[in-house]
């Protein structure tokens, strides 16, 4: 029945007690891999278990942490900015902001998106709190099962939420388990779980109004693959090469005195060369440093190809390397980042439908209450967080000016967060000053002769100079 990351059931089974059991001992494989994931994205890498047969040798750990980069690039790419949402109907979008502002919606909606980046699909969990108010957090896919129609619809048939709790005592692990289907929760706990006392005991069945699974699924792509995953063996390879560079330097540290044709010295004469810092060789002696020939040049040239490679596969740009900040041109950036936008464009795709869903639960339970809100007159946003050339943008403006709305505009600018507030603002300015210059670009000379009263007009006549 679970194939992989998804659960697909035909219609009309239902999820039991046994059936949720047996799904949650089949998703062990999946918990380990979320689990390396996580180690990854923390800088838990597995150059930290190498170990040497022989202990003498140095033995550097060093942890370049790639994974961490990849993830909080992509995720501030996409979410960095907060979604934009628009309605028609100002009541409806207020509710629903006083729900997100509830929710802290921006926070739940970038964790969504950090999770879904490190292990490939993260989880939100709707209910409704003691007090009436609409709640809605994420969830790590560690604690959800989601089920599936085994149709061509694949519709959400359950959800299984399951976490274990270990008591500080005695140690004996209890596991609770909650059963989501489309119009209630079914919770359990099972006492001594893994031990043949093992105790199931139904807490009751809950009714939940939102007239569907309240659980939904962000996933990263369809493959529900994390954005490094395909890049372990890379991130692994560069951290060996690097621990070896610092391995060699140590190498280079621990350099053996040789002493030729000196057999006769002993350690006391030794320990005098150290304090003394001389020593006398006679006749066909020598001396010199025994240390190990090192190509520098042969570990950079790896360590940088793969580096190149672990951003090439990842579409994640290096934001720091000089390719990128030699030319920071609004058009220039796109194309950097060009790779990195096609996996966005794909995902926000993937993510509007889920966010929908969202709205269109929390509209549910919202139109319950006497409203008649269609949640189908929301539109979503996504903001990308590219860096921005404000200079460029600026002449950009400028020279659309009289071609496009001063809204329209005003809206290119990364500055202006509230395109109508500013209109506004824009306005009132108007009223208190009306012969003040507006517009986005600066007013020619010309254009603030015309604007002036008749009377300054003659001034700046009588004034100005008289031509032979």
Do not use: C
């Not at 000016?401 to 300015?429: A, I």
């Amino acid at each position: 029945m679970a194939n992989k990351l998804v659960v697909r059931l035909n219609k009309g089974v239902q999820v039991d007690l046994n059936l949720a059991n047996t799904l949650i001992v089949d998703w062990v494989m999946n918990k380990n891999r979320y689990s390396s994931l996580q180690n990854y994205y923390v800088g838990d890498h597995s150059i930290k278990t190498r170990t040497f047969a022989d202990t003498t040798k140095p033995n550097n750990k060093v942890i370049n942490n790639f994974a961490s980069y990849i993830v909080d690039v992509r995720s501030g790419y996409f979410t960095g900015v907060p979604l934009t949402y628009t309605s028609e109907d100002e009541k409806y979008l207020e509710e629903l902001r006083d729900i997100f502002d509830t929710n802290n919606e921006t926070d739940v909606t970038a964790e969504l998106d950090k999770i879904s980046n490190i292990k490939g699909h993260a989880y939100e969990l709707l209910w409704v709190d003691e007090d009436s108010n609409i709640r809605f957090k994420e969830v790590n896919p560690e604690e959800i099962i989601m089920v599936y129609s085994a149709d061509i619809t694949e519709k959400p048939m359950y959800a299984i939420r399951y976490y274990d709790e270990v008591s500080p005592l005695d140690k004996v692990v209890k596991r609770y388990i909650d059963i989501y289907s489309a119009v209630d929760i079914q919770h359990y706990v099972i006492d001594k779980v893994n031990t043949k006392e093992a105790t199931p005991l139904s807490l009751g069945t809950d009714p939940h109004y939102f007239g569907e699974v309240p659980v939904i699924e962000y996933v990263n792509n369809s493959e529900r693959m994390g954005s490094f995953e395909d890049e372990v063996a890379l991130i692994d390879a560069y951290n060996i090469a690097q621990s070896d560079s610092v391995n060699d330097i140590q190498y280079f540290n621990d350099a053996y005195l040789k002493l030729k044709n000196m057999s006769g010295t002993e350690s006391a004469d030794i320990q005098a060369m150290k304090e003394n810092r001389v020593l006398l060789v006679e006749g066909d002696g020598d001396a010199d440093w025994l240390t190990k020939n090192v190509n520098d040049t042969y570990l950079e040239n790896i360590k940088d190809r793969i580096s190149k490679d672990i951003h090439k596969f990842s579409k994640t740009p290096n934001l720091v390397s000089e390719e990128f900040i030699a030319n920071l041109s609004g058009t220039a950036i796109r194309y950097k980042v060009w790779g990195l936008e096609q996996d966005t464009a794909k995902k926000e795709r993937k993510w509007k439908k889920a966010l929908m869903t969202r709205i269109r639960l929390i509209t549910n339970i919202l139109n319950l209450k006497g409203n008649k809100y269609d949640w189908k007159s929301l539109k979503i946003t996504f903001n990308r967080n590219l860096p921005q050339n404000v200079m460029e943008l600026g002449q950009m403006v400028s020279q659309l000016r009289g071609t496009v709305s001063v809204e329209t505009l005003l809206g290119q600018l990364p500055f202006v967060e509230d395109v109508k507030q500013e209109m506004d603002r824009l306005e009132e300015e108007r009223t208190k000053n009306p012969f003040g210059d507006y517009n986005i670009a600066p007013p020619s000379n010309q254009d603030n002769k015309d604007k002036m009263p008749m009377d300054k007009k003659d001034m700046m006549a009588n004034n100005s100079p008289s031509k032979e």
